[in-house]
């Protein structure tokens, strides 16, 4: 057996078909007896029910399931009310993110970077949550120069997160310079690098647009290569991502968390390869 920890991300469902999917899903993803598996929060709150419902549908499966929250948009007063009813599910494990503002919602609220965030939730719950916070390897799109963003970063872990979780890349590369980077600042968390299996072209170039993710020209020139074949494109990106996933724990990534867009199928697929 591998010692590599696994966790899932997931997004909450919004029709009855999405829920009954992702139940499907967990059960599949469960015989990985990930560590976590993590659910996401539309930023400005548009998911804040979704999230909990679905957080402890998991947890009723016997999964650890930790919800993401973000600070943008939202008060004080009413993070705190999330925070609380999450305590009272039981749930200890958190995500802890700025999230973005939706476009026509105006105010950002009262807390202004993730690093508020988790100070915040350190002051007000002790050590009830244990905290993840979001790394970029290849920075983040805002971020003013890679120093800042990593000083940043370095910032928000020292307010008391426990461990972070990275935005998906294609490039190794990036994440170990990342790595040594961090250290350098005194980040001594685990890092655990995001990884997005490639199950559709249009997608992922959308993805990777908006979240400032690189797609390198030789992966994206293959993938378009296969125009609607998607036995081709799948069988491309499970090999790609396999031997990145590879590289990446052969380097001493501490774990890898999956983007699976609440699918079984790739990330099962890779798992298996590495024989997780
Ligand atoms: P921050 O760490 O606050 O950073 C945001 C920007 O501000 C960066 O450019 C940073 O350099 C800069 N910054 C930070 N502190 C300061 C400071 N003191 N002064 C000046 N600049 C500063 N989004 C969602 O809406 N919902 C989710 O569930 C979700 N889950 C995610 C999970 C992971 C693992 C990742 C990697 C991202 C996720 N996102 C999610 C996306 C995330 O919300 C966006 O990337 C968002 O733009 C930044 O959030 P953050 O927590 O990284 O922000």
Redesign the pocket.
């Known amino acids: 057996m591998n010692p590599i920890e696994l966790s899932f991300?997931f997004f909450p469902p919004k029709t009855q078909e999405g829920v009954d999917k992702l139940r499907l899903t967990c059960v599949q993803l469960a015989a990985l007896k990930p560590k976590f598996v993590s659910v996401?929060?539309?930023?400005g709150g548009s998911t804040q029910q979704g999230t909990l419902d679905t957080v402890v549908d998991i947890a009723k499966e016997g999964l650890e399931a930790a919800p993401?929250l973000?600070c943008i948009g939202s008060s004080r007063e009413n993070l705190r009310a999330i925070l609380n009813e999450y305590r009272s599910h039981g749930i200890r494990h958190i995500?802890?993110?700025?999230?973005?503002l939706p476009s026509g919602m105006g105010e950002v609220g009262e807390l202004r970077?993730?690093?508020e965030l988790v100070s915040f939730i350190r002051s007000e719950f002790g050590d009830w949550f244990f905290i993840e916070?979001?790394?970029?390897p290849e920075y983040?799109p805002?971020?003013?120069s890679p120093r800042?963003?990593l000083e940043?970063?370095a910032?928000?872990v020292k307010a008391g997160a426990n461990s972070a979780?990275?935005?998906y890349f294609f490039n190794p590369d990036a994440y170990f310079r990342f790595i040594d980077d961090a250290r350098k600042l005194g980040v001594d968390v685990p890092i655990v690098p995001?990884i997005m299996p490639i199950t559709n072209f249009s997608q992922l170039m959308r993805f990777s647009e908006m979240?400032g993710a690189e797609v390198p020209r030789w992966i994206a020139r293959q993938l378009e290569s296969f125009g609607d074949d998607r036995d081709a494109i799948r069988a491309f990106g499970l090999d790609v991502v396999t031997n990145l996933c590879r590289r990446l724990i052969d380097g001493g990534a501490p774990g890898l968390?999956f983007y699976t867009l609440n699918g079984a199928a790739a990330t099962k697929s890779i798992c298996e390869r590495l024989g997780t």
């Open positions: 991300e996401t929060f539309g930023a993401h973000s995500v802890a993110l700025r999230g973005d970077y993730a690093s916070v979001a790394g970029y983040h805002q971020s003013r800042h963003d940043n970063f910032r928000k979780i990275t935005q995001g979240c968390h």
